[in-house]
């Protein structure tokens, strides 16, 4: 079983809609969490960490259940910028490991 | 500040060659670490090094692959004998406290011919 999985997409959207992403991580040691994201032959950039008690950054509010190892990330009125793939990531002591991420296509 | 430097950007190497791959952590930050990453897949962690020591080396093949990070100049990547299978990106990136947030380079893309 893979440490941290993601359903892979693609997720295909127009502008102006609401996607979400859910994750979930088999590590229960696992400490913090964060959301990259990483456009096509770039490198992973950090969009924002989560905290059990949801944090909000513009249009991206991230979730974290610890209860259920459960991660999501919510993107309102999505733009075409929007466009890449999403990778969550679960911290334990000595490293981040990642999902294989869920790519996203924002259309006009 | 550079931000986390990554060289070289692309590196072709024939099957038995040697390939080094370098990362300078950004200013500040003692904590390394490498990943790879396979076309359409995600980011696999191979190695955690701080400065002279590996800290964790579990996503390491066993064999031909090895990391080190001096006290003085860049984390080095280094693949024996690459194989075809080895051709992927390679990121590496930094972080001052160790815990989570890294900074990535600009990552290796590995092809071997």
């Known amino acids: 079983r893979k440490e941290v999985e993601q359903d892979p997409g693609p997720f295909n959207v127009p502008e102006g809609a609401t996607v979400a992403f859910n994750c979930t991580y088999s590590n229960s040691a696992s400490q913090s969490f964060f959301w990259y994201r990483q456009d096509c032959r770039k490198e992973p950039k950090l969009l924002m960490s989560v905290y059990s008690s949801g944090n909000e950054d513009g249009r991206f509010t991230a979730q974290l259940n610890r209860a259920s190892q459960y991660i999501s990330l919510l993107i309102r009125d999505s733009k075409l910028s929007d466009s890449a793939t999403y990778l969550c990531?679960?911290?334990?002591?000595?490293?981040?490991?990642f999902g294989a991420g869920t790519r996203l296509t924002v259309k006009p | 500040n550079a931000g986390v430097m990554q060289n070289p950007r692309h590196l072709v190497r024939r099957r038995g060659q040697e390939a080094r791959l370098r990362c300078s952590p950004m200013k500040g930050h003692s904590h390394v670490y490498w990943y790879r990453q396979l076309p359409e897949e995600g980011l696999k962690f191979m190695v955690y090094?701080?400065?002279?020591?590996?800290?964790?080396e579990s996503g390491m093949p066993k064999e031909r692959f090895s990391a080190e990070f001096p006290k003085e100049g860049p984390s080095i990547l280094r693949i024996q004998q690459v194989v075809r299978g080895d051709s992927a990106a390679y990121f590496c990136?930094?972080?001052?406290?160790?815990?989570?947030?890294?900074?990535f380079g600009s990552g290796t893309r590995l092809t071997v011919v």
């Open positions: 990136a930094s972080s001052q406290t160790g815990k989570g947030g890294y900074t």
């Open positions: 090094l701080q400065k002279e020591n590996i800290i964790d």
């Open positions: 990531v679960a911290h334990n002591n000595n490293d981040m490991r």
